[in-house]
């Protein structure tokens, strides 16, 4: 089975600076994919970036960028220029190649500080 | 409105009553699943549904017992619940295949008292 870590519970950063959420993960497959999910405070899970496995090119969304180092099975998120909107818990999460659902990690609460 | 909406947003019930949660989706999505979210876990796959036909079950307990009527609709039907079922269901949907993103409802907080 698939396993997602996220060990931090909760990061703060000033407004305008950089921050980068952890996450690394454990599986035997060869097909994947790798999400950053966020959740506001109005509960709606957005998803942020996706990576799939087979690419050796990390995904840019904007601000958002990830860090994916396959053999190391880690799969960080880098939000630079944090602005206020930023804060809420981001959750890191795995899926197959196959017809499955998610594994998520524990989830990571950002705090932006004004 | 969103592409995923769930009803009930709120709900309370007795460890007796029976009471269904509903989701819907308007993304043209063939997948659709529930997760549970309890404080302090990582959210916690129930069940899977491609093409209406549930391809997996996480180790629910039978007070839980899903429903998929056709690819746009899902239940999940809630009897004799027990106060640590008590968090927030989250639906979802997306393509079957692996990398497409999936879409959130904004959850039911459910209260079993």
């Known amino acids: 089975a698939q396993t997602v870590t996220q060990s931090q519970p909760e990061m703060s950063v000033q407004e305008a600076e950089t921050v980068t959420l952890s996450c690394t993960y454990d599986t035997s497959e060869s097909d994947y994919y790798l999400f950053w999910y966020k959740q506001p405070p109005s509960r709606q899970m957005i998803l942020v970036i996706r990576q799939e496995a087979y690419k050796q090119q990390n995904a840019t969304e904007n601000r958002f960028s990830v860090n994916f180092q396959k053999a190391a099975k880690s799969f960080s998120l880098k939000i630079s220029d944090s602005q206020l909107g930023d804060a809420a818990m981001y959750f890191c999460a795995y899926r197959s190649g196959g017809a499955d659902g998610l594994t998520f990690g524990k989830g990571t609460h950002l705090i932006i500080q004004p | 409105e969103t592409g995923v909406t769930q009803t009930p947003r709120h709900l309370v019930m007795g460890m007796t009553n029976k009471k269904s949660l509903k989701c819907e989706q308007h993304?043209?999505?063939?997948?659709m699943y529930w997760y549970k979210q309890s404080a302090k876990k990582p959210l916690e796959l129930m069940f899977v549904y491609n093409f209406k036909e549930q391809t997996e079950n996480n180790s629910v307990p039978s007070r839980f017992s899903p429903e998929c009527p056709n690819s746009s609709h899902l239940f999940l039907h809630l009897h004799t619940l027990q106060p640590e079922d008590s968090a927030l269901y989250l639906c979802a949907s997306s393509q079957v295949q692996g990398g497409s993103e999936a879409f959130f409802g904004q959850g039911t907080r459910l209260t079993v008292v």
């Open positions: 993304l043209g999505h063939n997948a």
